[in-house]
DNA sequence: TTGAAAGCGCTAACAA
DNA sequence: TTGTTAGCGCTTTCAA
């Protein structure tokens, strides 16, 4: 920046005012800091700036997700990025890989570069030590589930609610043994799909059996072995909701290679690439996370302006898409 | 950092010796200053650090992909971060949309926040702004596709060696007549693998016919419009290959609609979810995202490590991944 | 409308 | 083994 205002023949602090768009700065002085910026390739350092500034912005927020790889937290990703590029924000994104220790690296780690804020999936029970972060003054926001010990602002999927929807379906469509299989029950959005399973259960006076019930299947093949040995044991159930989308994924193979893809029902959470061109398609409760994306990130820039209202939990709505397997009649 | 020291009774000198892991203190003197840090919650400012530091290192690298919600580019992201991680540096994403406007936006936005070093999928034809950024001392790694009238590293899968494979599968399963449907032209890696198609057609002897050749499907539903257009045509070819994901899609829901799904062969280039699920199981040419995203990170990380030796271009084979569509004999 | 001086939090260079 | 001083590139504060 000396050297532009050398070039330019003013002061550091003209250059300064110019390149951030300050007001007070004749038009042609102007002028000539942007063509001596131009001329030098001269890039502002926003660490020194924010360094200086008074109040510390980096212009720069982090992400937290379980995997960047995977469809609904990239969504979710994408749709946050694309909210801070409005605002000339960049996104520092990390992995979790459900693993609490990993969740604190990644905080410490973008709590050194001193982002303005973080959105972020929380992993495991305890979460105050986020109570210091937001102390130093890092605004957050939490998506797909709710931080343990601490309150905060939190955007999720009607999970319950969606859960309940999608085995009411298999209910209407005359299914009286409908099996549940899911993720790890620890997990938050387990344990809430799986409330929304029995809410179905019971509000259709359906009797939960225990030999239906399949939980902690924390991969698509553990929950293949599951469905098949659910589906070869006698008296077997006539529809399935899986609650998780490798779930999904296994107990789709599963029904193929026992010849029961279009006899078994399935309804299951979370939408997919080519659901539509599996043979039945595959009915499902589609999550939207573009849309707790965008929202998480329009909470997180209502705290940067100033926002101090009480914490508020968004429910984001999910919403059936009927394909063809939820809608399998019951097998005599 | 002050209040450190003054806790601990020591110097601010001592007090980044000790958080950096410099040699050269007392272990007791070490212990009480990381017991003042704890108790603080003091977390080192990177911003400040870097710029003090003679070599300016931000431990963070800028990762620009054409989008971070497509599998593809989410695979090369997560084997970046992994890398990353391991040697203590975070990863800001963006995406770009195939927009050259937005790549400049990008490298400005994460060369402000000074990135030790960039993973880009390149788009566009003109890389030589990126000479300016090089030269700051910023190291790049091109992913996918190589720079315009630049040189640099580049890691890359073999799409014209793994198109002409895909095609020769086809021939190898007695088809003479073998549409191409690919994506824009103007994309370096559509190129290519048309190349490859032209290559395994002319090895074979077979004539490359007009009417069998689509290009610049952007969308799933052009490719599907595409080939169904084809498909209903008279003499219409007896097998598809399909040179990128949405163009499989396309292709996929067009054969299903028409009922050919079992009577019209199908190669795609590029592997997704779930194709073994369908039916036919697709048959594919898989890109090895990881080991693209793994070695560009490597490659990264030796610049950073010295090495000047000359640029790179490493090529990332695929692999035929045979499930059944592409192994359907042609219909007299 | 412009500029001079101070200092953000840290590390390099050197001194003790 | 520890400390002192200067200064990285910028913005703040205050003065002209």
């Given at each position: 920046m000396r050297d532009v205002a050398a070039r330019a023949g003013v002061s550091l602090k003209t250059v300064s005012r110019v390149l951030n768009g300050e007001p007070g700065v004749a038009e042609a002085t102007a002028e000539k800091v942007q063509l001596a910026a131009r001329e030098l390739s001269f890039q502002l350092n926003f660490g020194a700036r924010s360094l200086r500034r008074s109040d510390g912005r980096t212009a720069t927020l982090g992400v937290i997700l379980e995997n960047v790889e995977n469809p609904y937290s990239s969504a979710i990703h994408r749709a946050v990025e694309e909210v801070a590029r409005e605002r000339g924000l960049s996104?520092?994104?990390?992995?979790?890989?459900?693993?609490?220790?990993?969740?604190?690296?990644?905080?410490?780690?973008?709590?050194?570069?001193?982002?303005?804020?973080?959105?972020?999936?929380?992993?495991?029970?305890?979460?105050?030590?986020?109570?210091?972060?937001?102390?130093?003054g890092t605004f957050m926001v939490f998506v797909d589930r709710a931080p343990g010990l601490i309150e905060g602002d939190v955007v999720v999927t009607d999970n319950q609610a969606g859960a309940a929807t999608g085995v009411r379906h298999l209910v209407s469509h005359g299914h009286r043994r409908i099996a549940f299989a899911g993720d790890l029950l620890q997990i938050q959005t387990a344990q809430q799909r799986y409330a929304g399973y029995l809410d179905a259960m019971r509000g259709a006076d359906l009797r939960v059996v225990q030999q239906d019930t399949i939980h902690d299947?924390?991969?698509?093949?553990?929950?293949?072995?599951?469905?098949?040995?659910?589906?070869?044991?006698?008296?077997?159930?006539?529809?399935?909701?899986?609650?998780?989308?490798?779930?999904?994924?296994?107990?789709?193979?599963?029904?193929?290679h026992l010849g029961l893809q279009h006899r078994v029902a399935l309804v299951g959470f979370d939408d997919f690439a080519l659901a539509d061109l599996l043979d039945p398609g595959v009915t499902v409760v589609a999550q939207d996370a573009a849309a707790i994306g965008r929202r998480a990130a329009e909470r997180l820039f209502s705290r940067f302006d100033g926002d101090d209202s009480p914490y508020t939990v968004e429910v984001v709505s999910s919403r059936l898409v009927v394909r063809g397997s939820g809608e399998i009649p019951p097998v005599a």
């Amino acid at each position: 920046m000396r050297d532009v205002a050398a070039r330019a023949g003013v002061s550091l602090k003209t250059v300064s005012r110019v390149l951030n768009g300050e007001p007070g700065v004749a038009e042609a002085t102007a002028e000539k800091v942007q063509l001596a910026a131009r001329e030098l390739s001269f890039q502002l350092n926003f660490g020194a700036r924010s360094l200086r500034r008074s109040d510390g912005r980096t212009a720069t927020l982090g992400v937290i997700l379980e995997n960047v790889e995977n469809p609904y937290s990239s969504a979710i990703h994408r749709a946050v990025e694309e909210v801070a590029r409005e605002r000339g924000l960049s996104v520092l994104a990390g992995s979790l890989d459900e693993d609490p220790r990993r969740e604190r690296a990644l905080v410490a780690a973008f709590s050194s570069r001193r982002v303005d804020g973080l959105v972020m999936m929380p992993t495991g029970a305890d979460h105050r030590y986020l109570l210091t972060e937001r102390q130093a003054g890092t605004f957050m926001v939490f998506v797909d589930r709710a931080p343990g010990l601490i309150e905060g602002d939190v955007v999720v999927t009607d999970n319950q609610a969606g859960a309940a929807t999608g085995v009411r379906h298999l209910v209407s469509h005359g299914h009286r043994r409908i099996a549940f299989a899911g993720d790890l029950l620890q997990i938050q959005t387990a344990q809430q799909r799986y409330a929304g399973y029995l809410d179905a259960m019971r509000g259709a006076d359906l009797r939960v059996v225990q030999q239906d019930t399949i939980h902690d299947c924390t991969s698509a093949s553990l929950a293949e072995a599951a469905v098949t040995a659910m589906m070869r044991g006698g008296d077997p159930p006539t529809a399935l909701f899986t609650a998780q989308n490798f779930v999904t994924f296994g107990a789709l193979r599963a029904l193929r290679h026992l010849g029961l893809q279009h006899r078994v029902a399935l309804v299951g959470f979370d939408d997919f690439a080519l659901a539509d061109l599996l043979d039945p398609g595959v009915t499902v409760v589609a999550q939207d996370a573009a849309a707790i994306g965008r929202r998480a990130a329009e909470r997180l820039f209502s705290r940067f302006d100033g926002d101090d209202s009480p914490y508020t939990v968004e429910v984001v709505s999910s919403r059936l898409v009927v394909r063809g397997s939820g809608e399998i009649p019951p097998v005599a």
